[in-house]
């Protein structure tokens, strides 16, 4: 089979994703049907997938479970969905706007987007306990990888650095310790999972994939920098302009627009490097690299 | 070994509970510091750990693996710790106090409250992914009692239809629905989380078990309707007389105060029934049902 091009096999991901999410998610018609409904509205028919995208390109390395694999890629999306709510609540960043369509809050009221945040967490864990065709064992350690990307000192660590930090200006390694945490984590977990939804998972192919992540989770960030302080929130789905407005530190306030571009352009050059020996085909990975350089929104 | 009294014996487990939580919970000196402090003040220090109660009940029924016990009490108490948290927030019910001292947003603020009480989720699923010396089909068994008992078909959905009745009387059926899933869920998980600590399960006792903890958790929350309508706010550590302030349907609004004690004693009776039959000393569960009944906060 001819390997599809990075358009088509980004489409084709989107609607896998689509599929995993609809079949793990409770139905709107199903009570509390509000609750069901802001889980779905919240997780389904949007954004650009690139936790999705990493998951799968990580597992078609290897000899990969279908149902792992559709597991994998419906958790992450939940645990990044959920994160999303939570962050767009009027005490956290107070955001209207998401993936172009008003916010879980907008739409469904506080209460119930905070308890939506909060089930779709739960429904990520619990699909990832779910029987597949793989090891116990396995699936303990991709619950375990999950579990400690999210948490206190990963995702929801970050987050909460993030709002200690509002008015202050760190350094650049506090900054890039902060993204590591709040959006690097759970960018290494997704290649992690990936791999983990194989039959055969290499102890260096782990390391070699995480090296990858890591690279290309900040540098999604300083782009995400660049982008809010050139796009306008059309283009970007969401308010743009919103860290210079909140005087929050960036790479762009950090460094200046153009040293964050080249910093962006290295931090992909390295993480293609991480991945050009792995003993199978990453041509995936890579374009991923260069996606995530030249994104708009 | 003589068998402790009901007394000296939740005495013991308050003490486990601790020290489970403190094992297991991210020390306040790790950053982020302020996200490890809220957690903790939230998780530790206080609650009568009626879950946690019941879980060692349950576990002290058969052969139980040490570790695998203070995991599951501490995952029960970490979910417990985090829907409290959020339940207390402005836009759920508004809660300044909980277990004597102010709610963790009163504390730490609402950001701040909000992730600790996500990373608290997390941190449960977390420690239940943990190494221990069971068979690894029956942890993931325990993670996906816990995640079914906390999600939108749990917990969670309990509390978004709790939300949506607000000013509106349904019907008995629908009010104990509604607890059933709000408390209920997470009381029936606690037994199974004990069972499921040790390594001779049997499934007649697992539904012996199942059946007595619906019936206690249903009483559990006639008891709550009733201590809310009659208590004053020092006894309860919260705010007494929220329901009738806030309009919301409750066991003394529909049947009266003196039926409701009825029902609550009928439905202790209930349970001392199921668990009398199981092949084991079970007079811990029979005074945790005493206890449910007779409490004062």
């Known amino acids: 089979?001819?390997?599809?091009?990075?358009?088509?096999?980004?489409?084709?991901?989107?609607?896998?994703?689509?599929?995993?999410?609809?079949?793990?998610?409770?139905?709107?018609?199903?009570s509390p049907e509000i609750l069901h409904q802001a889980?779905?509205?919240a997780a389904t028919g949007g954004g650009k997938r690139l936790r999705a995208m990493l998951v799968t390109a990580a597992a078609e390395l290897g000899r990969y479970d279908e149902i792992a694999l559709s597991q994998a890629i419906a958790a992450i999306e939940m645990?990044?969905?959920?994160?999303?709510?939570?962050?767009?609540?009027?005490?956290?960043?107070?955001?209207?706007?998401?993936?172009?369509k008003p916010s879980c809050h907008k739409a469904f009221g506080e209460a119930q987007?905070?308890?939506?945040?909060?089930?779709?967490?739960?429904?990520?864990?619990?699909?990832?306990?779910?029987?597949?065709?793989?090891?116990?064992?396995?699936?303990?350690?991709?619950?375990?990888?999950?579990?400690?990307?999210s948490g206190s000192l990963g995702m929801a660590g970050g987050q909460s650095i993030?709002?200690?930090?509002?008015?202050?200006?760190?350094?650049?390694?506090?900054?890039?310790?902060?993204?590591?945490?709040?959006?690097?984590?759970?960018?290494?977990?997704?290649?992690?999972l990936g791999a983990l939804a194989c039959f055969d998972v290499a102890d260096d192919m782990l390391q070699k994939l995480d090296d990858y992540a890591?690279?290309?989770?900040?540098?999604?960030?300083?782009?995400?920098?660049?982008?809010?302080?050139?796009a306008d929130s059309q283009v970007l789905g969401k308010t743009a302009g919103k860290d210079a407005e909140n005087d929050k530190p960036s790479f762009v306030s950090f460094m200046g627009i153009n040293a964050a571009k080249q910093y962006a352009h290295d931090l992909c050059q390295r993480a293609i490097y991480s991945v050009q020996n792995i003993s199978a085909d990453t041509h995936i990975l890579q374009e991923m690299a260069r996606f995530v350089l030249e994104r708009e929104n």
């Open 1 to 30: 089979m001819k390997p599809l091009n990075f358009k088509a096999w980004q489409t084709k991901v989107q609607a896998q994703t689509e599929m995993a999410l609809n079949r793990f998610l409770p139905s709107e018609t199903l």
């Open 39 to 41: 889980m779905r509205y």
């Open 79 to 100: 645990i990044h969905a959920y994160s999303l709510i939570h962050d767009d609540l009027p005490c956290m960043d107070d955001d209207d706007m998401r993936r172009g």
């Open 113 to 149: 987007a905070l308890l939506a945040g909060d089930a779709l967490q739960t429904l990520a864990f619990e699909v990832l306990s779910q029987e597949n065709q793989l090891p116990y064992a396995q699936r303990l350690q991709s619950l375990r990888t999950l579990a400690n990307a």
């Open 162 to 192: 993030d709002l200690s930090v509002v008015g202050l200006l760190p350094d650049l390694p506090a900054l890039e310790n902060m993204h590591a945490l709040k959006t690097g984590a759970l960018i290494r977990a997704s290649v992690r």
């Open 214 to 230: 890591a690279d290309l989770g900040l540098a999604f960030q300083v782009v995400d920098d660049i982008l809010d302080a050139q």
